[in-house]
């Protein structure tokens, strides 16, 4: 189904600590994930994705956690700059993957860095 | 990674008339690309897939024909708002993604329309 458009909550940080970012999916059939980042009037950033047959997967400073159970997804920042400021966006694929499929996108999640 | 570029970034129209925004896939062919819109402080919907030679998918309560894509080739494709109105203002991005190796998904730089 599609995203709900909601206020985008908002996460407050200090530099240098650790963020995590929650995102709640609502199909059983999504078997690719991926988070987004978007900054101020641009398109979506890739950040990190995977794959409905692994539960972590990590990348430069970013860890994606998957639990399938609770249908619940969660991207780990370590060490967050002020760089990281943005809007990130969680989004799902639902079974195939073909590529011909849209993403369907989350609520998103407002991320402020304090220096 | 693949690029994706649309065109213009941003757009001021007066009401009444038409605005055509560009998606282009610079480095690779792709058969379906996605428009979708987002409004300030709220996350992207979809609004319509277009597939290359023929007629785009619209999602539920998007009008074609207020908003009509053409996909004429591998690509681009356009959105054109027809007789935009104000409530017509927000940012639309377009979207392509990859079949193989991978389904990625990538974005273009996004469009932001005001109509006066």
């Known amino acids: 189904g599609e995203s709900v458009g909601l206020h985008l909550p908002t996460l407050s940080v200090q530099e240098g600590d650790n963020s995590i970012i929650n995102c709640a999916y609502s199909?059983?059939?999504?078997?690719?994930f991926i988070w987004y980042k978007q900054e101020s009037g641009k398109g979506p950033q890739f950040i990190i994705d995977?794959?409905?047959?692994?539960d972590k997967r990590q990348g430069q400073r970013v860890t994606v956690l998957l639990n399938k159970t609770v249908k619940h997804l969660s991207l780990q920042i370590a060490a967050t700059q002020p760089g990281d400021s943005a809007v990130y966006f969680c989004?799902?694929?639902?079974?195939?993957?073909?590529?011909?499929?849209?993403?369907?996108f989350g609520s998103g999640t407002r991320l402020q860095v304090q220096p | 990674g693949a690029v994706v570029s649309q065109h213009p970034s941003w757009v001021i129209c007066k009401s009444g008339t038409s605005v055509k925004i560009e998606c282009r896939s610079l480095?690779?062919?792709?058969?379906?690309m996605f428009w979708y819109r987002q409004f300030p402080k709220q996350s992207l919907m979809l609004m319509a897939t277009?597939?290359?030679?023929?007629?785009?998918?619209?999602e539920q309560g998007v009008e074609k024909d207020k908003f009509l894509i053409n996909h004429a080739s591998l690509t681009l494709s356009t959105l054109t708002v027809t007789s935009a109105h104000p409530e017509d203002s927000s940012f639309y991005i377009c979207?392509?993604?990859?079949?193989?190796?991978?389904?990625?998904?990538?974005f273009g730089q996004g469009t932001r329309l005001t109509v006066v």
């Open positions: 989004a799902e694929n639902i079974s195939p993957d073909t590529g011909r499929r849209a993403l369907t």
């Open positions: 979207s392509a993604r990859w079949t193989a190796p991978t389904a990625e998904a990538f």
């Open positions: 277009s597939n290359e030679g023929s007629k785009a998918t619209y």
């Open positions: 199909n059983s059939a999504s078997d690719y």
């Open positions: 995977i794959r409905s047959n692994m």
């Open positions: 480095d690779f062919q792709a058969t379906t």
